[in-house]
């Protein structure tokens, strides 16, 4: 394979520009990955990461630059391409067939059969064989559905080490994981570069780079920033060069006494639209004035179904929910709304704006049909909508092509979701409820989402966050509780409690009672 | 975004503007081929035969006689607009109103059978006309909302359903000797729609009545619904977002009965509008859905989906099927003008692609201004 060449790297990227209509997604970017490192590629959201990889798998064709492997030029047209030099991308939601095994997803594609008929035991042999050397450890006759997103996640690096790919990228593969399960990821990817393979960690959790990576190259805007020696820098040099200021990056906040419970959940339970069981299973708990408080825990446990059954998007079958001393278990969503409640989607695309409306229309989403903005016959004031997404677009700093008539589609993703919390907050809500805030947003945008909520807890109203992001779990609530398979399995103080603590219960290896 | 660019391309990038030169493109293409389509045929009067279609009422030499049939176009304009409007009304909610058809038709039965049978005044058969076209897309809106039937399937079949109904329930008032329903002049005078003195400024052509403006003005009534109230607010976002809208606390499901009940009084109207003029006779043997209600979706896509621009490509849709009468039957059918609506419709889907490729063309050369500027100061 390599051998026969002197190159000193592996891969070559060079000089790439790749534009869209209306953006340079890659301009003149160039990253080298020697041979058995592990180089991470570091840059926000949108700042050209995703692009970049499609070029290299052939996706995309770039405008301008070359590809080079162990140092000869080649033309990477298709996947097809990408796969026969060697190239194998761990994709960050998985490529797997469900209801097959493990073994029948890493053969899929490239089965060895003898006169049409599979030969699976040489295949399961390979498997073993490859299991075992990297310490990958899978079931091979398990099923896809039946295991653990960690092994979920072995198996797909199974299937590019059976392709005896030499380059392997991995795209955000911590994002699904937790806390033990990153660790273990972590040292499999370490055994893999010292098996000679070279290894591409797309990321912009700075933690883990400088755990694990050589050398990180940084992308922003499109434009290269820099590949910088790990050794050689610190977590803050890092987050200055992706974001291109310095950054706060631990949100601080002052010490407060809550005050009276706001939100109280008493055996609440919400059936799922995936599955016959319920999703969220008898939960109770109390939010209180001025206290955030977090629920934490690993994707699809439930959280998304408790916060639709708390804002009513979804009817819960059980349980009696009430708010600042109001029963809302049978409100409608608007009544919940207007009784002081307000909620930050998770899918701020879905649900949090009408993507074709205005900016302004948006702002007024929740309030439309107040006397404010509306007359009794049901003309809407313009004007006044107008002026008052004025005040919020300064208010809130949110930025847009055009002012209020911009069309939300048209804006970045952290002014869009600005302008949710700014419509939100503006309500004045008794209860605040967030669900994963900061998703997918800048350093600098997290940032600010933290202060406004960190501003609502302290203006002594109830914020409820639904997080994913342990670091910022721990970073600005009051109290954590965690949610696995549908039930609080804990109730911690951040100031006590560790992540790997919290990784236990998220994991569903310990549980408590909880006294709600 | 900074810097608008010239005059000509702040113009060009007007929405209104680019419906407009989409459609008269569309407009143009569609003549194009259906003028090939009559040299295919018989190249020697094709140059006649689509000046013909094109000058409809003009081909008349007098003044008075063009006006009388301008008068004829503007009758059946009427509720091909009415038409087109709902399936226009229903589109912003998200839902492609194709039942309209049905609901025409559910309208032509109800304000013909309140005409001949029950012999109300006109006032009545208008509101049962409404009340008829409405229940049908309220059935279709149920149905969506609560049991998420596809509102395209439901719609067709009710239709059929709408059709076979009314020839039905006009049975008995038919001609003796002939499948039609019986004049309503001659039965029941009062329920002709009453026309105000319209039909002087058209040559005394008895068929045109207030039903000409009130279309207009119903037009006008949803363009201001639809940008200027709560309501069409919620049902903009309803079209568009569904999920936005729940979230917001907009009944989404009502949203949507609501919105296809007008769709449906709209089309019940639009039927009313024409049968009560007298104009039309209704066939109680006929065994297709009449097109009145497909042909909206024609005009309500070349009108750039604005109600104001339905008014116009009713007129011109309606102008050229009426042109098509006037050609010599013995050499070409008159279905070439359906023909060319036809190549129309088609042409429509083609109405997004061009503003696409115009915005692109737009920003390109916005964008290569722009680094041209930059390059300068470098």
């Known amino acids: 394979m390599a051998e026969n060449s002197n190159s000193e790297y592996a891969i070559e990227m060079l000089n790439i520009t790749k534009r869209f209509p209306g953006i340079v997604a890659n301009d003149n970017v160039t990253i080298q990955l020697k041979k058995g490192e592990i180089h991470a590629l ?475 | 975004m900074g810097s608008s660019g010239k005059s000509s391309e702040s113009f060009l990038s007007k929405p209104a503007v680019q419906s407009i030169l989409a459609a008269i493109l569309c407009i143009i293409i569609g003549l194009l081929v259906g003028y090939i389509a009559l040299l295919i045929i018989d190249p020697k009067g094709a140059t006649e035969a689509i000046i013909t279609i094109l000058k409809n009422y003009f081909t008349y030499p007098t003044k008075a006689a063009a006006m009388k049939y301008l008068g004829n176009t503007l009758v059946k304009a009427a509720p091909l607009l009415m038409c087109a409007l709902s399936i226009q009304f229903c589109y912003q909610a998200g839902l492609f109103n194709i039942g309209a058809a049905g609901q025409y038709v559910a309208g032509a039965g109800a304000s013909l059978f309140f005409a001949l049978v029950l012999k109300m005044p006109w006032f009545v058969c208008l509101l049962a006309a409404l009340i008829a076209g409405g229940i049908f897309g309220i059935v279709v809106g149920i149905l969506k909302s609560y049991l998420n039937v596809n509102e395209v399937i439901s719609g067709i079949m009710l239709n059929w359903i709408g059709l076979y109904s009314v020839n039905m329930l006009l049975s008995g008032v038919k001609e003796t000797a002939s499948p039609y329903t019986v004049q309503i002049a001659s039965v029941n005078e009062k329920a002709l729609l009453p026309s105000l003195g319209l039909e002087k400024l058209f040559s005394n052509n008895k068929y045109v009545t207030i039903a000409i403006p009130l279309a207009f003005i119903v037009a006008i009534i949803l363009k201001i619904i639809l940008t200027k109230t709560v309501f069409g607010y919620e049902i903009k976002a309803t079209g568009i977002a569904k999920d936005a809208a729940k979230y917001s606390g907009m009944k989404e499901k009502r949203n949507v009965i609501i919105t296809l009940f007008i769709g449906g009084a709209l089309a019940g109207i639009g039927a009313a509008f024409l049968f009560l003029t007298g104009y039309e006779q209704w066939s109680v043997t006929q065994s297709s859905v009449p097109s009145m209600g497909f042909n909206g979706i024609a005009a309500t896509f070349l009108g750039g989906l604005d109600p104001i621009g339905t008014i116009f490509a009713s007129y011109f849709i309606q102008h050229i099927t009426s042109g098509g009468s006037y050609l010599d039957k013995n050499i070409y059918p008159s279905q070439i003008s359906d023909f060319i609506s036809a190549i129309i419709i088609y042409l429509c889907g083609f109405v997004l692609f061009f503003k696409l490729y115009l915005n692109n063309y737009l920003r390109n050369r916005q964008e290569k201004a722009k680094e041209r500027k930059e390059g300068g100061k470098r």
């Not at chain 1, 092994?151 to 994981?177: G, S, W």
């Not at chain 1, 708390?310 to 049978?330: A, F, M, P, R, V």
């Not at chain 1, 933290?450 to 109830?462: E, S």
């Not at chain 1, 911690?492 to 990784?503: A, C, S």
């Open chain 1, 42 to 516: 570091l840059g926000e959201n949108g700042a050209g990461k995703s692009t970049l990889m499609s070029v290299l798998f052939g996706l995309y064709q770039a405008e301008e630059g070359i590809i080079k492997k162990d140092g000869k030029e080649v033309k990477i047209n298709n996947p097809n391409d990408a796969n026969d030099l060697g190239i194998g991308m761990v994709h960050q939601h998985f490529k797997l067939v469900q209801c097959f095994t493990v073994l029948d997803n890493i053969i899929l594609g490239v089965e060895s059969t003898k006169h049409g008929i599979l030969q699976k035991e040489e295949a399961k042999k390979k498997v073993l064989e490859l299991s075992e050397k990297y310490g990958l450890k899978v079931d091979p006759d398990a099923k896809i559905e039946d295991i653990t997103v960690g092994m979920q996640q072995r198996t797909e690096i199974l299937k590019m080490l059976y392709r005896d790919n030499e380059i392997l990228i991995f795209d955000e593969p911590t994002a699904v994981l937790t806390p033990a399960e990153i660790d273990e990821l972590m040292e499999i990817m370490r055994n893999l570069a010292k098996e000679g393979k070279s290894i591409l960690f797309i990321s912009h959790k700075l933690a883990e780079i400088m755990a694990v990576a050589d050398r990180c190259s940084v992308l922003r805007r499109g434009k290269y920033i820099g590949t910088v020696n790990i050794a050689d820098t610190d977590q803050n040099e890092l987050s200055r060069m992706m974001v291109g200021r310095d950054v706060q990056l631990v949100a601080t906040k002052e010490d407060k006494e809550p005050g009276d419970v706001i939100l109280h959940v008493v055996n609440m339970t919400v059936p799922s639209k995936l599955h016959h069981n319920n999703a969220v299973k008898n939960v109770s708990f109390d939010v209180r004035s001025g206290e955030i408080v977090c629920i934490a825990g690993i994707d699809g446990n439930g959280q998304t179904e408790l916060v639709y059954g708390l804002s009513g998007l979804e009817n819960c079958t059980t349980g009696k929910i009430t708010l600042s001393g109001k029963d809302i278990t049978h409100a409608s969503i608007r009544e919940r709304s207007t009784s002081g409640m307000s909620h930050i989607p998770e899918d701020r695309h879905k649900h949090g704006l009408v993507m074709d409306y205005s900016l302004a229309y948006n702002l007024v989403l929740q309030r439309y049909f107040e006397p404010e903005f509306s007359t009794k016959s049901g003309f809407l004031k313009k004007a006044a909508i107008n002026s008052y997404a004025d005040k919020l677009i300064e208010q809130y700093d949110i930025r847009s092509g055009q002012g209020a008539p911009t069309i939300a589609r048209s804006m970045s993703g952290g002014n869009q979701q600005k302008a949710i919390i700014a419509r939100e907050i503006d309500k004045n809500p008794d209860l605040l409820i967030a669900v994963q805030p900061t998703r997918g947003l800048d350093v600098g945008a997290i940032e600010y989402i933290h202060k406004q909520l960190i501003a609502q807890r302290d203006a002594g109203h109830a914020v409820l966050l639904v997080s994913l992001e342990l670091e910022e779990v721990m970073s600005i609530s009051d109290r954590i509780l965690v949610m696995y398979e549908g039930e609080i399995v804990g109730e911690f103080d951040p100031k006590v409690t560790t992540p790997e603590e919290l990784g236990l219960y998220m994991a569903g290896a310990k549980r408590k009672e909880v006294t709600a």
